[in-house]
């Protein structure tokens, strides 16, 4: 039975030519999470506001959606993307009724469904709080309860986790997961971001831009299939959770069961490498007749290495980058301690660090340690009661807030970056051009997808031409793709003597792109490593690739580092056989079992 | 309020620091025995004790008014709070006795004259009971708003004017969101041009803030569809439904506050009901014979029946909380 479904489905914007959904055709089964995923611009969110009758935007629209349960006053929940947008009222009490009071029911029968619903999503303790004190996540899950909160049959979610860290966003996706196993609610989820939630769906829809579109603009796969179908165009590969990527990149397209998170990415890694090793020495004999090279050129031919980000000169300088090295210091603090107000308790506590010259610093912490106040202490927006906060001489300082819409104050995307001081035309699109937003100049900016505004404030703190840069959370809200491109333009700028100090929730990123790494926690650092050392020496607090091959093959924090220790272990295997037993790390005790169970 | 305005950087850490300061603010509101008396008890109350405070000029119920709220204060907000609170209001007290002083020349007391410029000691009088006045009426005010939260105005009034309390609640939840991201704005602003003064960059900023808030409003309205919010109560819904009903009559919408009215409750209002009526029909009275000028005249013309009503009146949440204290020390003993 279907709870959702649309035939030959076909919509045009007005004043539009071409349509932008065009004969989509989708059934999606009661009960099941459906993920829709599509690159930015391809019409998710149009198509899933036709799925949602009251919010069904205007245009031509041709073709059938049929919704199953229809008879129910609000058969349909609806999230959207940003926490804050959605709260209509003041109180977290108001905001659960606000649903229930727009369908008439009496006071008890409100009252007796707002407990039952703040108690199922944890809420109970907030009930009385005004929504503005609210953190992001909580705003989020309050808006997952308020549309649960009228007991629809099908919640449609339009990338909501996109503007929440990624512990918020897991803690949102297992409350999702919840309404989905516990309650039966059939559950259509928007997301550009893979990480977490294709190991929960059963169903994925992929949606073609309708220029692009191969014959049909919406594909539907198990997550198994959906994962060999990435596999084979190598473009989606990057969007897949670390331990598919690895496990695409090392198997090509073989006939397994795809791993989707990190437990099931452990136990494929220690099958994967004890079938190497027990097939290796018989392949062995068959190739011994070709010559040592030709072995390694035929292992390469088998395995496929995912391409590499360009600008990576930093990533090989990090290795001998030793953080007491003779490096001209950019920012030394010194003992800092702040408050926020008299009463108030210290959000950093004697917090001493320095951050060297034409690196990238990550810091890294969870809510509340003190991150953000720390860039506002470093930047001067924040005074510290007590300690040093100095700055290189003659280096100039730059802030990225952490929401890029407030720091646009124009109407179009170049007025804003010629309101910057001493910006002119030739600048500005020379600029434009770097970060590949030429063609946007003449839109409003707050018309810009994620990524594209973070790109644009970004552009507009480098018109500044600052030293230091100071960048809170640049990835929130981004897909895999655009936070390649910020990352390597961070490692461009790097190279360039820039210091930039990131913080950041996101590991990967952070392990992927900074050279040194600081854990904040309860307003001090607590440790500050090279990066390597750092998400190595972590054992929860660290990457999913760290996280997958911790115990099997040590010391990897990225996938493409796995690939290649993979990849070398086995041409060291396959050249002196003899060794391999002495390879204890790479499971050559010949007992895989043994090395899946201690993880 | 300009200090955490300051504060409002808007990032995760800091909300977390709020929630914890304002749970701590709204338990030891809860934890008293007045917050548990009906909404419709409490405006009763206050709208009576600012009443009687603003008819009497007579200083010795506007001090008792005075000191029972300065009592009150320290007893639901603590002495702290009430600092806070003296800090400005003895400055302004002051600026009202010196401008009464400096405008008002009538009176038959003279202290002092500067050329045409003479000060009266009446003038002084009158200033200070002014003061006094206003001074009882802000604490008032403040431990009005104290308990009188827009959940409880709001399930007062919601029956009568139910599009009205949704605006008031969506307004207390814009107000806050705004603030915060004018702090954001004017941040990013002060890193990008850290040397820009003046007016200009305010305004762009305002107008920034205005597509901001212009732009989010429409989420808001989707989500507010998308609960089922038709936006005309009371009169049938035209928009069509996808399961074939075209039209349907639109439900009023209801309200999820409630509080009981307990006889206990009700005694009450019967009681402050009465207090009220005896202490304004004596001060209306009475106040014809008390005057400042030419000299002060008819201090001894001071109605028994309105010192009363207003003792008892402004002393209710002393009593009722000193009752509370010893029930439970008694049910401790017990234990």
Redesign the interface.
């Known amino acids: 039975m279907d709870a959702v479904s649309a035939q030959s489905l076909t919509f045009t914007y007005p004043q539009e030519d071409a349509p932008i959904l065009s004969d989509v055709n989708l059934t999606i089964p009661v009960g099941s999470f459906t993920l829709l995923f599509g690159r930015t611009g391809s019409g998710k969110t149009t198509l899933l506001r036709h799925l949602?009758?009251?919010?069904a935007p205007h245009g031509t629209r041709l073709g059938d959606?049929m919704?199953a349960d229809?008879?129910d006053?609000?058969p349909?929940?609806?999230v959207?993307q940003?926490p804050?947008?959605?709260?209509?009222?003041?109180?977290v009490?108001?905001e659960l009724?606000?649903?229930?009071?727009?369908?008439?029911?009496?006071?008890?029968t409100?009252?007796r469904r707002?407990a039952e619903n703040a108690s199922y999503f944890g809420l109970e303790y907030l009930l009385?709080?005004?929504?503005?004190?609210?953190?992001?996540?909580q705003k989020q899950i309050l808006?997952l309860a308020?549309?649960m909160v009228?007991d629809p049959s099908i919640l449609v979610l339009d990338e909501p986790t996109a503007e929440l860290?990624p512990i918020a966003a897991q803690n949102f996706l297992r409350h999702l997961r919840r309404v989905n196993t516990e309650l039966g609610t059939t559950i259509l989820c928007c997301e550009h971001r893979l990480d977490d939630t294709l190991a929960l769906s059963d169903q994925v829809l992929l949606l073609h831009d309708v220029r692009e579109a191969v014959h049909q603009q919406v594909q539907t796969f198990t997550s198994q299939e959906f994962v060999t179908y990435c596999a084979d165009s190598k473009k989606l590969a990057i969007f897949l959770p670390e331990p598919t990527q690895i496990a695409v990149a090392c198997s090509g397209h073989g006939d397994i069961t795809w791993p989707l998170d990190v437990r099931s990415g452990r136990r494929w890694l220690s099958v994967y490498l004890a079938s190497r090793q027990t097939i290796t020495p018989c392949s062995l004999q068959d190739l011994n007749a070709l010559g040592n090279n030709q072995l390694i050129a035929a292992c390469e031919a088998e395995i496929v290495i995912p391409e590499r980000s360009e600008g990576s000169c930093v990533r090989q300088q990090s290795a001998s980058l030793n953080i007491s090295s003779s490096k001209s210091v950019a920012v030394i603090l010194r003992d800092v301690c702040f408050q926020?107000?008299k009463h108030?308790?210290f959000?950093l506590k004697h917090l001493s660090a320095q951050f060297e010259q034409g690196a990238i610093h990550g810091i890294v912490g969870g809510?509340?340690?003190?991150?953000?106040?720390l860039l506002?202490v470093i930047?001067g927006?924040?005074k510290s009661q007590l300690g040093q906060v100095c700055i290189a001489k003659d280096l100039s300082l730059?802030?990225l807030?952490?929401?890029p819409?407030?720091?646009?104050?124009?109407?179009t995307v170049r007025d804003d970056l010629l309101?910057?001081?001493s910006a002119t035309i030739e600048i500005v699109q020379q600029m434009a051009r770097q970060f590949n937003i030429a063609h946007l100049l003449a839109r409003?900016p707050?018309d810009l997808s994620g990524g594209e505004a973070q790109k644009l404030a970004l552009a507009?703190?480098l018109l500044?031409d600052p030293d230091i840069l100071l960048l809170?959370e640049p990835t929130k809200g981004l897909d895999a793709q655009a936070k390649q491109e910020i990352g390597d333009m961070f490692t461009d700028l790097a190279c360039q003597g820039k210091t930039l100090i990131i913080v950041t929730h996101d590991l990967p990123f952070a392990a992927r792109y900074t050279q040194s790494c600081s854990l904040l926690a309860n307003g001090e650092i607590i440790t500050r490593d090279q990066t390597q050392d750092f998400f190595t020496g972590n054992s929860f607090y660290t990457t999913p690739t760290s996280r997958m091959s911790r115990k099997i093959v040590d010391g990897c924090t990225t996938p493409e580092q796995l690939i290649d220790a993979v990849y070398e272990g086995m041409l060291h295997d396959l050249k002196d056989p003899s060794t391999r037993c002495a390879r204890s790390g790479m499971g050559g005790d010949g007992n895989p079992r043994k090395n899946s169970t201690t993880g | 309020m300009g200090?955490t305005l300051v504060?409002a950087?808007?990032?995760?850490?800091?909300?977390?620091?709020?929630?914890s300061?304002?749970?701590v603010g709204?338990s030891a509101q809860?934890a008293t025995r007045f917050s548990l008396l009906h909404p419709a008890v409490m405006l009763l109350f206050f709208a009576g004790v600012i009443l009687l405070t603003l008819l009497s000029y007579h200083p010795a119920i506007l001090g008792l008014s005075a000191g029972l709220a300065i009592l009150n204060i320290c007893l639901y907000m603590g002495i702290a709070r009430l600092w806070q609170l003296l800090q400005w209001v003895i400055p302004m007290a002051l600026v009202v006795i010196l401008f009464n002083m400096l405008f008002n020349h009538r009176g038959a007391t003279e202290l002092l004259s500067i050329g045409q410029w003479t000060f009266t000691l009446e003038s002084l009088f009158f200033g200070a009971s002014i003061a006094l006045m206003l001074t009882a009426i802000m604490f008032w005010f403040r431990l009005y708003s104290q308990f009188m939260t827009?959940?409880r105005f709001l399930y007062l009034f919601a029956p009568i004017v139910p599009t009205i309390a949704?605006s008031v609640?969506?307004v207390?939840?814009w107000i806050?969101?705004t603030k915060?991201?004018f702090v954001?704005?004017r941040?990013?602003?002060?890193?990008?041009?850290p040397?820009a003064r003046g007016v200009r960059p305010l305004t762009?900023?305002l107008?920034?803030l205005m597509?901001?808030s212009i732009?989010?409003?429409i989420?808001?309205a989707?989500?507010?569809?998308?609960?089922?919010?038709?936006g005309r109560y009371g009169d049938r819904y035209e928009?069509?439904?996808?399961?074939?009903d075209d039209t349907k009559s639109a439900?009023?919408?209801?309200?999820?506050?409630?509080y009981h009215l307990t006889m206990r409750d009700i005694c009450m209002l019967i009681a402050f009901g009465m207090l009220i009526v005896m202490g304004t029909a004596s001060l209306f009275i009475t106040t014809r014979e008390f005057g400042f000028f030419p000299v002060v005249y008819g201090t001894e013309q001071l109605s028994g029946i309105a010192l009363f009503a207003a003792a008892v009146l402004m002393s209710f949440p002393l009593v009722l909380e000193g009752g509370q204290q010893l029930r439970w020390m008694q049910s401790v003993r017990k234990a």
């Open positions: 949602v009758p009251s919010l959606v919704i229809g008879s006053l609000a349909i929940g609806f959207q940003d804050d947008n959605q709260i209509v009222t003041d109180t009490f108001h009724a606000f649903a229930l009071e727009n369908q008439g029911l009496s006071t008890t409100i009252r707002v009385e709080s005004s929504t503005h004190t609210l953190s992001g996540g808006n308020a549309a009228a860290d926020y107000g108030e308790p959000v809510n509340a340690s003190g991150k953000s106040t506002g930047c927006l924040l730059a802030a807030p952490q929401d819409k407030a720091s646009f104050v124009c109407d309101s910057v001081n409003h707050f507009k703190i500044l809170d | 200090q504060q950087v808007g990032n995760s850490d800091r909300n977390a620091i709020r929630i300061v304002n749970r709204r809860l827009s959940d949704l609640a969506m207390q939840r806050p969101l915060q991201r954001q704005i941040n990013a602003q002060k890193m990008l041009n040397k762009q900023a107008s920034s597509s901001w732009e989010d409003a989420q808001t989707d989500s507010m569809q998308a609960r089922g919010y038709s928009g069509k439904y996808e399961n074939g439900v009023r919408r209801s309200s999820f506050r409630s």
